[in-house]
Nanobody
Framework: QLQLVESGGGLVQPGGSLRLSCVAS????????IGWFRQAPGKEREGISC????????RTADSVKGRFTISRDNAEKTVYLQMNSLKPEDTAVYYC???????????????????WGKGTLVTVSS
């Protein structure tokens, strides 16, 4: 049974940085593209970044482009989201999700994901 566990969230001041981790178990990670999503209070869940199964391709939403970077280490079964220059509007619960999809593409469409973690809270506030 595949399990995804996010960590690394917390309270950070505006302009600060955090690195989120998503650790997978129960699967061979290189068969899955991984996406990061977030849901702010009172808003719908938003796809923000993804990485293809072997890390050769990424996509990033305009709202975080230039500030957030996704990467993966299949040997460690871990996907990372480096978040820099954080803003109060980045406050949300952040989720990682896996899509059973090989090849060089990935997507951040919520309905396409097969497995989800439970999320980690990021709060950006002074």
């Amino acid at each position: 049974q595949l399990q995804l566990v996010e960590s690394g969230g917390g309270l950070v001041q505006p302009g600060g940085s955090l690195r989120l981790s998503c650790v997978a178990s129960g699967i061979t990670l290189e068969y899955y593209a991984i996406g990061w999503f977030r849901q702010a209070p009172g808003k719908e869940r938003e796809g923000i970044s993804c990485v293809s199964s072997r890390g050769g391709s990424t996509r990033t939403a305009d709202s975080v482009k230039g500030r957030f970077t996704i990467s993966r280490d299949n040997a460690e079964k871990t996907v990372y989201l480096q978040m820099n220059s954080l803003k109060p509007e980045d406050t949300a619960v952040y989720y990682c999700a896996a899509e059973a999809r090989g090849g060089s593409m990935c997507g951040i469409r919520e309905g396409a994901m097969d497995y989800w973690g439970k999320g980690t809270l990021v709060t950006v506030s002074s």
